[in-house]
């Protein structure tokens, strides 16, 4: 009963270097989502997936990217990372409930750390 | 826009007092509401979610919430705090595209 499953649960970037984070889902949900969460601001939403193929910006999109080629993956790219991208990240999918409530489930997440 | 507004980030109780933390939100729609807890060094976890209905939310560990649309507010309280609930609480509201608006946290602190 793995859920949301996120790797690498820890990192450490030099500015200007590039990586990937992967999370995978076993659960067959449509949504999947990418937050960054930073002491005393909440999470916030960097990009979304509404279905396979699709991505969406969020409220915090720049310096991300994302892509959604299998309906269980969705990754999350920094091109050339910056000391403003540390954070932990938190991947999270949902589907559908009769209620249309759907709740998130989330994975672990993810500590970067951009020296 | 939906938004949720969570006053003061840390909030001490003792063990065995009441838990009261206080969750406003701003939705132009009949809101979908959610608390969620995280423990340290974990991922985020359901405790409760209104959706329409029974007003009053019973959720895991002994919390509820009760949703007050007058008010605007969806508090989340349980009757006598536990060492275990220290943690982090987040309110949220659902938006467009299955979206969560998160307010800003609750860390709990449990003094025994």
């Known amino acids: 009963n793995a859920g949301v499953t996120q790797t690498p649960k820890f990192r450490v970037l030099k500015t200007g270097q590039s990586m990937t984070l992967l999370c995978a889902q076993d659960?067959?949900?449509?949504?999947m989502y990418w937050y960054r969460q930073d002491p005393g601001m909440g999470l916030r939403l960097i990009h979304y997936?509404?279905?396979?193929?699709?991505?969406a910006k969020g409220e915090v999109p720049d310096g991300y990217n994302v892509s959604r080629l299998k309906k269980q993956n969705f990754l999350l790219g920094l091109e050339s990372a910056a000391p403003s991208q540390t954070s932990v990240y938190f991947c999270?999918?949902?589907?559908?409930?009769?209620?249309?409530?759907?709740?998130?489930?989330f994975g672990a997440g993810s500590r970067l750390t951009v020296l | 826009a939906q938004s949720v507004t969570q006053l003061g980030s840390h909030v001490s109780v003792s063990e065995g007092a009441l838990v009261l933390l206080r969750c406003n939100y701003s939705?132009?729609?009949?809101?979908?509401l959610f608390w969620y807890v995280q423990y340290p060094n974990q991922g985020l976890q359901l405790l409760l979610k209104?959706?329409?209905?029974?007003?009053l939310v019973k959720g895991i560990n002994g919390f509820e919430a009760e949703f007050k649309k007058s008010e605007t507010s969806f508090h989340l309280t349980k009757p006598s705090a536990h060492m275990s609930d220290a943690a982090e609480y987040f309110c949220?509201?659902?938006?467009?595209?299955?979206?969560?608006?998160f307010g800003k946290g609750n860390q709990v602190v449990v003094i025994p």
């Open positions: 949220a509201v659902l938006y467009g595209n299955n979206r969560l608006a």
């Open positions: 999270a999918s949902s589907g559908w409930e009769v209620s249309g409530a759907n709740v998130l489930t």
């Open positions: 209104y959706t329409t209905g029974a007003t």
């Open positions: 997936s509404v279905g396979e193929g699709t991505t």
């Open positions: 939705s132009s729609v009949p809101p979908y």
């Open positions: 659960m067959n949900h449509e949504y």
